[in-house]
């Protein structure tokens, strides 16, 4: 069994072709989605505001050492696709940006 790695997980996008409904919900729901939302989960929080133009998740992705960040990067982007597409949300150019926790390096105060 190989060992296991936990990354946090920033995947940024452009919502595109929103459908009437879609600009509705996410108006709707924008206070819920603003800086205060910004945590790292399994299932992701997004993160938006009233101009639905940018959105990014951020996720806590735990995923094989041995593939590294890119596959973490990849399922993460994968969770978010699914997650937008079930909402009904339209969106495009998904990128990511991914920290491996078990590897980082914390400088401390002396």
């Known amino acids: 069994m190989s060992e ?3 990354y946090r997980v920033i995947v940024r996008g452009t919502f595109d072709g929103l459908s009437e409904e879609s ?3 996410l108006l709707a729901e924008v206070d819920e989605h603003g800086m205060s ?3 790292f989960t399994e299932e992701g929080s997004l993160t938006y505001d009233r101009a639905l133009k940018h959105f990014s998740y951020r996720l806590v ?18 969770r978010v696709e699914t997650a937008l597409k079930e909402l009904g949300h339209g969106f495009k ?18």
């Open 4 to 6: 296991q790695h936990t």
């Open 23 to 25: 600009r509705t919900r």
């Open 37 to 39: 939302a910004m945590t």
């Open 61 to 78: 992705v735990v995923s094989d050492a041995a593939d590294g960040e890119e596959m973490a990067g990849a399922i993460a982007e994968d």
């Open 93 to 110: 150019g998904l990128r990511s940006s991914v920290t491996d926790l078990d590897t980082m390096k914390i400088n401390r105060k002396r």
